[in-house]
Structure formats: C-alpha cells, structure tokens
C-alpha cells in the first residue's frame, strides 16, 4: 500500500512538531511560564495566518489571531465576542501583553498544572484580570491544529483552504 503524501504534511510533520516541541519544553518550569504562553499565543497567530492565507502580510496579527480562535473552541471566540463589546480583543490582553510587557504584570497570571482541566478553557477573563492556563490552552491549540488539519486534508471540499494555506507557506519571488 502506497502512502499519499500532500504538500500540507511536510508542515505539519515538521512544523508543527516544532511547535510542539517548544511548547512543551517551556512548560516545564515556573522560571518559562511566560515563555510557553508567548509561544502558544504566536503560534495561535501563526496557524489562524495559514486559516487566512495572510501569515507573512504586514498588519494582520489580529486578524491572523482570531482566525484561529475558532478552532480553539467556541469559548474562546464568545470570550473574544464579549470582550469585543467592551472595546478590547483576546488579541489585546493575551497576545500583545505577552509580547510587549515580557514580565508579568498585576493584570495577568499564568498558571500550569499536570494535567488540563477539562471543565476551563485556557484563557479567562475576570474583573479585569487574565488568567492563561497553559495546560487547557495548549489542550486547546493542539485539538484546534488537529482540527484545521484534517479539513486541510479534506480541501478537494473547500479549495480556498488549500489556497490560502498554499499563500501563507510557499515563497514568491
């Protein structure tokens, strides 16, 4: 028997794997907390720009981001819907926080356990304050890869999946 091989598999056999392999070896410590939420967080931003097909285009981090929340769950994207309401985004206080104020702040926690809780998400919102739980998010973002790769595989149904990934990943000269 003869195994298939689509150009998507090379991504995500390779890719993907190194994501992984980063997450996980941040997850480790309390001294790297941030270090796995900040790569959770662009990688989230990484596969919502191959869900767009604009991952290398300038000023599309937030639009790349929330493409991705769905695949997440829909948690996530009513978390991000109610905090649109208020006038910030899921974007806003996780992913921009994390990259621009690298040290922990009042305003979030980061917390990691051995294993996820399957009653939370990994982002939460309370009065105020964000509470990044690595253990559910990176539950999260891998059952969302998983989810957004077999659709991958299935783009003979939806071809402007396969574009848009094909954008985001091949060079252009």
Partial sequence: ??????????????QV???????????????TLHLC???LS???EVMGGLVTGKLKEKNQSRKNYEAFLPYLGE?????NNSLI????????IV????VHEFSPRPSYGIFRSESPNEQVIGIEYLNGHINIRLSEYYRD???GVEKYYQELKNWRNNQEKLANFLNAVVERT
């Fill in 141 to 143: 973002f891998k059952k």
């Fill in 1 to 14: 028997m003869t195994q298939s091989f689509e150009i998507y598999d090379d991504f995500f056999n390779y």
């Fill in 42 to 44: 662009t990688y989230t």
């Fill in 75 to 79: 948690k996530y994207v009513s978390l």
């Fill in 17 to 31: 794997q190194m994501m992984y392999a980063g997450i996980e070896a941040t997850n480790k410590t309390n001294k």
């Fill in 95 to 98: 992913r921009s926080k994390l």
């Fill in 85 to 92: 309401e208020k006038g910030i985004s899921v974007h806003e």
């Fill in 37 to 39: 939420a900040l790569a």
